[in-house]
């Protein structure tokens, strides 16, 4: 987490808001200082080991609509809107959170990841990379990747030297210096396996393999794995063992060999354990949770995945109740 060209027959990741308002996009940069935005939650659930005092479920911000959440070595998560392209910082200690960046009018925030240089890389859907620095909540940069139209920013991750973010409506990739350098823009083309669908969700969620040196991207419709050769854009599909697909993939998250795949949807996590070359995946288990209400994407600290219910099943308006919400891994 959505806005997103014309709407797919099966709907995942980012597709909810309205094609008059997507039609209204428009790239807009407005930084703003942190300032307080949501009360402490009432009566949130408790983890049991770890860290026994902190919340496993907590509010965001009526009509938020939640999409993309990223954490980095301390206790804060960062959800993006979509509403609006704003920010929000929550403390996962106590499950109180700020608006750490304003957005704009026509802007989206959908998928993030956080550096370990403090700078928040957040896709925007329309075309747009934008780089936060999350202590401030000042915009650093905005990178038009691709034009407005016809193009779906979604989702990023970082490997190399670079964060690399999906476009759910072409066949490429784009490679975005990371840390504070104008250096150029690299577009990868997927090429091999991957066969690009028209008006659906293609490219999603996105992760680096285990050994660093390529991405696994899901595909949203139909539900499929890639190992993409990061020097090459060359696509191998991966096979699955254990179920036929990953509908409605969203958001993907790895550790060493065990890659999790948020599928939205479905309300549920699938955990995979990838081969040596990441060619390969086998079905572990399956996490799900009666608090889950369409989850799109995940992030880690300690023991937990945290994740944003975007609630894609829902009217999606100014008076709508969003939470995030955590489990054990």
Request: glycine share 12%; proline share 7%.
């Amino acid at each position: 987490m959505t806005p997103a060209p014309p709407p797919a027959p099966t709907p995942s990741r980012r597709t909810i808001l309205g094609g008059a308002a997507l039609a209204a996009l428009a790239v807009t940069a407005t930084a703003a200082p942190a300032a307080t935005a949501t009360p402490s939650p009432s009566g949130a659930a408790k983890s049991r080991t770890g860290e026994a005092d902190w919340p496993t479920e907590y509010s965001l911000p009526d009509g938020w609509l939640p999409e993309g959440i990223a954490i980095g070595s301390k206790p804060y998560a960062y959800q993006g809107s979509r509403a609006d392209g704003g920010v929000l910082r929550t403390d996962l200690r106590t499950g109180e959170s700020t608006v750490l960046y304003a957005g704009g009018t026509g802007q989206v925030s959908v998928g993030l990841k956080l550096d370990h240089d403090g700078l928040l890389y957040v896709a925007g859907s329309t075309g747009v990379a934008r780089v936060i620095d999350s202590r401030t909540g000042a915009l650093v940069t905005t990178h038009q990747l691709t034009p407005m139209t016809g193009h779906f920013i979604n989702d990023v991750t970082l490997l190399g030297d670079r964060a690399w973010f999906t476009d759910s409506r072409d066949a490429v990739l784009y490679g975005v210096p990371r840390g504070r350098s104008d250096g150029g823009i690299r577009a990868l083309p997927l090429t091999g396996d991957w066969v690009q669908l028209p008006d659906v969700n293609n490219a999603n969620g996105i992760v680096g393999t285990p050994d660093g040196r390529g991405l696994i991207v899901v595909k949203s419709t139909p539900g499929e794995l890639y190992h993409v050769n990061l020097r090459t854009g060359h696509a191998t599909r991966i096979t699955l063992v254990g179920a036929s697909d990953v509908a409605n993939g969203d958001g993907l998250y790895r550790i060493g060999r065990t890659l999790y795949v948020v599928q939205n949807r479905l309300n549920l996590i699938s955990v995979w354990s990838l081969d040596r070359t990441a060619t390969t995946a086998t079905l572990t288990r399956t996490i799900t949770d009666p608090r889950f209400d369409v989850p799109t994407t995940a992030a880690r600290y300690g023991d937990r995945l945290y994740l944003v219910n975007a609630r894609f099943t829902s009217p999606q308006l100014p008076e709508t109740t969003f939470t995030a919400v955590a489990v054990s891994i």
